[in-house]
């Protein structure tokens, strides 16, 4: 939530920054902003709406002397509104009343109220109705009482409370940009003659290859040719820079015309890269010995416990069958927004399972803090190595690889959460002796196919877009599956509510029957995930019971199933597949439904509205 970039350096600036913001829209994007050190004074440039506005309005300005863009030093911030609502003013930067500071921040200041009423009984006029606007005030009143602008942050951030990233620009400080973190990701790109500030890796990866991390309660003064850090008594910390992979344009959409689809489309790639280094040779037990988790541990676990929210929630779902299945330990999965440590009977012999994209999602953070201290083990799945998960889980982490995803609505990191949650069971399973060699065996060959047959699934897009479009104008959809495909019905509910703005709900079959079934008109298509296997039948029967109340009936079948063909309006077909490794099938077509529907309803697909992707506040 909320993007944050700075640089300070020679090159040209606007350009710079507005590429970094690009780069970070992805976590917000209802108003952009930049401020620069133009000759002697801070210039802020913002608009409602996303960075292409922004770059917009800059153009204007330069056109018309509002901004010469000759600057050494500045900030930039694209937003995804908690604190007042997506407008001009309420876009950051933030000054202070004389103008001669300015702030960005993501995060939430939760005292913010008790800070403002402070200092508006002191005489302090507010302009925006953001919490951010208190620190900037807050700062600007502490140094009329210090000259030292480092003493003047270091006792405003002690008054804040919440979550916060910070970059600050002082008018008196042309060449330096200071800045703060607590709970909310910050990075420093180490550059030659020139230094970057940015809210992720990725980012920075376009213009460095060398980056330090702040930690929480960290501040630093960036220059051109210096980065300073202090604690927050004002001492001096040394912190060394880790070399990162300087990546290629991330911004590149490789000739898709959504990232979406570009990253639909990588999903058979992500899971083979994920196979190569866990499952090499399916004769062999998976590779997952980096965690260090011992086998009398594992041996010992009582209980699993998975904590995610959203997307990465389904894919515990999705998990739990196949855990459970192969394992025979209980596993229970969360919702991390809803997780109450008092009841979770979580014992030193359990393992909480932690499955966040981000890696920074707050409700997650929050619940994984508060299950550990059950002393239950942590394993942690995300797909950032620079996150705060990562750093929770350091010991017993898997990273699910799928690279950068830069489209809103999660897909392949949904399927390669699955892979690797999958690669766990089996190692556990392995480990445990819970399940036969032979099965064991088959899934893991089964696995190993899984790339061939995702690509196979993948070539049928433009036929799925004929087949889904002409459900595009209904109001309402229903998704139904049984067993391990419910969570994927939700997933593609999920899915298609996010792009489409269509109302969606997913249900377990069985439970039509027991009062949804009561919405079923000619309006609301049903779609239902039929794969050969234990649940066949009964979703057949369930299906057919939503025929008979006339819903549009459409299904994700396996090729060849006759029978839902006999059925069914549509059938979006995929290859054969056995039920448990079917999750990773199944949910190709739903995804495609979604984004067809979607591009046919002019949505905007890689940044729906009222979405960010990280979603760092609770
Ligand atoms: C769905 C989606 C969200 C996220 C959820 C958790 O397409 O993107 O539901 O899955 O906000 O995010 P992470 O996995 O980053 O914790």
């Not at 909320?2 to 209802?30: A, F, M, N, S, T």
């Not at 890269?273 to 965690?291: G, I, S």
């Not at 649940?535 to 079948?557: C, D, F, G, H, W």
Request: charged residues 25%; proline residues 4%; aromatic residues 6%.
């Amino acid at each position: 939530m909320c993007g944050i970039i700075g640089y300070v350096g020679d090159k040209e600036i606007v350009p710079l920054l507005l590429k970094g913001l690009q780069c970070l829209e992805y976590r917000g994007y209802d108003s952009a902003g930049i401020a620069i050190h133009e000759g002697h004074h801070l210039n802020v440039i913002k608009t409602i709406g996303k960075i292409a506005k922004l770059e917009e309005v800059l153009k204007i300005k330069k056109a018309t002397n509002g901004t010469n863009g000759h600057s050494n030093c500045g900030i930039g911030h694209t937003r995804w509104a908690t604190h007042g609502e997506p407008s001009n003013i309420n876009a950051h930067p933030h000054f202070d009343t004389e103008e001669k500071i300015a702030v960005v921040h993501n995060g939430i200041i939760r005292n913010y109220q008790e800070v403002k009423d402070k200092l508006i009984n002191l005489g302090i006029k507010f302009v925006t109705q953001t919490d951010t606007e208190v620190i900037v005030q807050l700062i600007s009143e502490n140094l009329k009482k210090t000259k030292s602008i480092l003493d003047a942050i270091l006792k405003a951030v002690k008054e804040l409370e919440g979550s916060y990233a910070i970059a600050i620009l002082f008018k008196d400080e042309p060449d330096k940009i200071y800045a703060v973190r607590k709970e909310a990701p910050l990075v420093i790109g180490i550059g030659n003659d020139e230094n970057f500030v940015a809210s992720d890796i990725p980012t920075l990866s376009q213009f460095v290859d060398k980056v330090i991390r702040l930690n929480d309660n960290e501040i630093t003064v960036v220059a051109k040719n210096a980065v300073e850090f202090y604690d927050l008594n004002g001492g001096r910390i040394k912190k060394e820079p880790q070399i990162v992979t300087k990546t290629k344009d991330i911004l590149d959409k490789k000739g898709f015309k959504h990232y979406l689809a570009k990253e639909i489309n990588e999903q058979a790639e992500v899971i083979s890269n994920l196979l190569k280094d866990f499952l090499p040779n399916p004769e062999k037990p998976v590779q997952l010995n980096h965690l260090k988790l011992e086998p009398d541990f594992i041996k010992s676990i009582d209980r699993i416990l998975i904590l995610a929210c959203g997307t990465a929630y389904h894919a515990g779902l999705t998990a739990k069958y196949v855990i459970e299945n192969l394992t025979s330990i209980p596993t229970e999965v969360q919702f991390a927004s809803e997780f109450l440590s008092a009841n979770s009977l979580l014992t030193k012999r359990s393992l909480v399972i932690g499955i966040s994209q981000s890696g920074e999602t707050a409700d997650t953070i929050t619940a994984i803090k508060k299950a550990v201290l059950t002393g239950a083990t942590l394993l942690g799945i995300t797909n950032r190595a620079d996150s705060a998960l990562a750093d929770l889980a350091k010991e017993h982490l898997i990273l699910s690889k799928a690279g950068v995803e830069i489209s809103v609505a999660a897909t392949k990191t949904f399927t390669a959460q699955i892979a690797v949650l999958y690669l766990f069971a089996v190692y556990t399973a392995e480990i445990l002796g819970t399940a036969d060699k032979t099965s064991l065996i088959k899934i893991k060959q089964e696995l190993r196919e899984l790339p061939q047959l995702i690509d196979q699934a993948l070539v049928r897009a433009e036929r799925y877009q004929e087949q889904v479009i002409k459900y595009a104008d209904k109001p309402d959809f229903v998704f139904i599956g049984r067993g391990i495909n419910y969570p994927i019905a939700l997933e593609a509910a999920l899915k298609l509510k996010e792009l489409s703005y269509i109302h969606a709900s997913g249900y377990a079959s069985g439970e039509m029957k027991h009062g949804p079934i009561a919405v079923l008109d000619p309006n609301v298509p049903v779609v239902s995930i039929v794969v050969s296997g234990e649940t066949y039948e009964r979703v057949i029967q369930n299906s057919l019971e939503a025929k008979s109340r006339k819903a549009p009936m459409i299904a994700v079948a396996i090729d060849g199933d006759k029978k839902a063909e006999s059925i069914f309006d549509t059938v979006l077909h995929i290859p054969q597949v056995s039920e448990i490794i079917s999750p990773f099938l199944t949910v190709i077509p739903l995804q495609f439904l979604a984004y067809y529907i979607a591009e046919e309803l002019g949505r905007d697909i890689d940044q729906p509205r009222n979405l960010a992707k990280s979603v760092t506040v609770e």
